[in-house]
């Protein structure tokens, strides 16, 4: 799983422009997501993936070819997989694509409406992409 994992996050990368940009990839569960967000984001709850941008912030740039972390709770991944009816892959590569979109700056949280629909759409594209290759 993790060699397939290094697969699909290096096709978003490449399909993204950016081959050579490297991230760190954690899966966790829910007890570790949930504190996760809850110390760094203000949110004691679980969540399926929170990404974490090394190119933002005070020291944005510093490493340009780091673009950060994700982090995948498996239990919250697989339990959506489950309501929806989906692979448990399908649901870790689209939370992989997910995560890795807020690394390379997309927003559908803290921007406008213009902002999500871009993103929704960037996904929809690389999503159906990785798809037909992985899954």
Do not use: W
């Not at 397939?4 to 899966?27: F, H, M, W, Y």
């Not at 569960?29 to 110390?39: G, H, K, L, S, T």
């Not at 994700?70 to 959506?80: C, G, K, M, Q």
């Not at 892959?89 to 997910?98: A, I």
């Amino acid at each position: 799983m993790a060699e397939t994992l290094e697969k699909v996050a290096q096709r978003i990368l490449n399909d993204s422009g950016c081959p050579d940009a490297e991230l760190s990839l954690v899966i966790v569960d829910d007890v570790e997501i949930q504190q996760i967000n809850r110390d760094y984001l203000q949110r004691d709850k679980p969540t399926n993936v929170i990404s974490f941008a090394m190119q933002e912030g005070e020291d944005a740039g510093l490493h340009p070819g780091l673009l950060g972390d994700v982090i995948i709770s498996a239990d919250t991944a697989a339990r959506d997989a489950r309501e929806a009816e989906l692979p448990f892959e399908s649901e870790l590569y689209f939370l992989l694509l997910h995560g890795i979109l807020h690394l390379l700056g997309y927003d559908h949280e803290r921007g406008t409406e213009e902002e999500a629909q871009l993103m929704e759409a960037r996904e929809a594209e690389l999503f159906a992409r990785i798809r037909e290759e992985f899954l």
